[in-house]
């Protein structure tokens, strides 16, 4: 049990021996004054309206009623209206140094998702094109929610979707068609919402090479099949470079072939939730809160095909009838009219399948800037600019931090000039810096890191403040990783790495470690490779290198 967990479990025990209801979760939070101690909570202020009572009488009943040794602290002291203010024992500090230490590579992981199994669907971009700036957001959060989910103990399986039917793989075919149709010297033309880019040309020549049987492009479904194929492989090169991979790839088209689609609206038409109008299939959204019904399947008269939630509605019954009873998808902003379409149609079908099945992060698209001026197209893709050639230019872990440092519904706009520039300005650089400075006071030393243990050390000689601070900042790494784990939001460990590299580069360049006495030399050198420990196993969570030197 953590210092925070002893800390709050006795703040409960103290509160329910007051008369404080069972169900009650002790906030603690760091003061933003250091001189007010090491943690602080509101727990009175909550308490005071069911318990009829002053918030700082009921305040002074806490203090009075916890046993300081079992909350590991040494004081606490009431504040204002009636928070209370606590110091942490440093024996319970050293302890956790010790500890983190000792945990090296498996510091921050927990066991709290039991091996349960979760399914984290991302990407999934339609087989058409290269994969641009917005799916690289899309994989660098995906990947990151999966390795936070792993950390803390659930099974992940990554899973990509593709959507390699319906119009979009048909305009895809046709513009292919076209460009071969173009290479063989007829006049063609692509339709306006074909696809125009160069990757296009590439791949109509590719065709005619390995089909030379068909050089003026007469097989419509020959060149769809080897389209998509060919953007198949594009795209993994793409995550490939980006160093994203995936357990499962799950095939739109599967969906049909297997009769799932239709398995499902049938279904759905024996559970009683449809009905006929206009030659058209509804489904009775509005029995489950939708603010109106939906169409399930067109009229003759536009075609008679499905629309697009059923075959994704069919997907996610897959997905249960895989084990996962719980889903993750993380998917633009622009899928956000799917959510309720989805839930809905998953809770008509009477499976069993809870309400809010599955959970959903979406995202706001990105912007490229380049001397304070967007960066719009790409002459490769024609209207896009790709993710390999961001990461090209400025290497993946500036573009995997960039995407992560923002709340995935926040809008980004991605600075090129900033990611590519080696200065503190820089967030992954700086962070990273830190991780180099630690390792550089072992190299310099000529002491092998991974030697360093912390039995006997007398963490009473780190009296500077900058090295208190830092103490405090490395042991909230469990709590900061867990965190941003449970809320599906790796900003909230982008911004504690920041903060903590912070006070790792104040530390360094106040404190001197090589050149000190035996018993401030060994603290030191211990809370430089805690340090060093911490920013690697958070980088490393967020799929980011802890370069040694820079």
Known sequence: MSATDLLRAELTRAARSLGAPEAIEPVLER????????WATNLALVLAKPLHSKPRDLAQGIVEAIDFRRAGIRSAEIAGPGFINFRVDTEVVARGITSLIQADESYGRSDAGEGRPVNVEFVSANPTGP???????????????????????????REFYYNDAGAQINNLAISVQTRVRQLAGEQ??????????????????GYVAAHPDDAHGGNLEAIRTFAVAELRKEQDID?????????????????????????????LVEAGHTYEMDGALWLRTTDFGDDKDRVMRKSAQFGGDYTYFVPDVAYHVTKWERGFTRAINVQGADHHSTVTRVRVGLQALEMGIPQNYPDYVLHQMVSLMRGGEEVKFSKRTGTIVSIRELVEEVGRDAVRWFFLM???????????????????????????????????????????????????????????PEEQELMKALLDFPAALASAAD???????????????????????????????????????????????????????????APERM
């Open 31 to 38: 003061p933003r004054d250091p001189s007010f101690g090491d």
């Open 131 to 157: 994969l641009h700036v917005g799916h690289g957001r899309q994989a660098a959060l995906g990947d990151a929610i999966a390795t936070l989910l792993e950390w803390t103990g659930w099974r992940v399986s």
């Open 188 to 205: 063609a033309e692509i339709p306006p919402d074909g696809y125009h880019g160069e990757y296009i040309r590439d791949i109509a020549e």
């Open 239 to 267: 995550l490939q470079t980006f160093g994203v991979k995936f357990d499962v790839y799950f095939l739109e088209s599967s969906l049909y072939s297997t009769s799932r689609v239709d398995k499902t609206v049938k279904r």
């Open 406 to 464: 923002r709340k995935g519904d926040s809008p980004l706009a991605f600075d090129i000039d900033l990611a590519r520039s080696q200065s503190d300005e820089n967030p992954v650089y700086y962070v990273q810096m830190a991780h180099a400075r630690m390792s550089g006071i072992f190299r310099v030393g000529e002491i092998d890191p991974a030697s360093i243990g912390a039995d006997g050390v007398d963490f009473g000689v780190l009296a500077l």
């Open 487 to 545: 809320a599906l939001e790796p900003q909230r460990l982008t911004t504690y790495l920041l903060d903590t590299a912070g006070r790792v580069h104040l530390w360094y360049h106040k404190a001197h470690v090589l050149n000190e006495p035996e018993p401030i030399l060994r603290a030191r050198l211990v809370l430089a490779r805690a340090a060093q420990i911490v920013i690697r196993n958070g980088l490393r969570a967020l799929g980011i290198t």
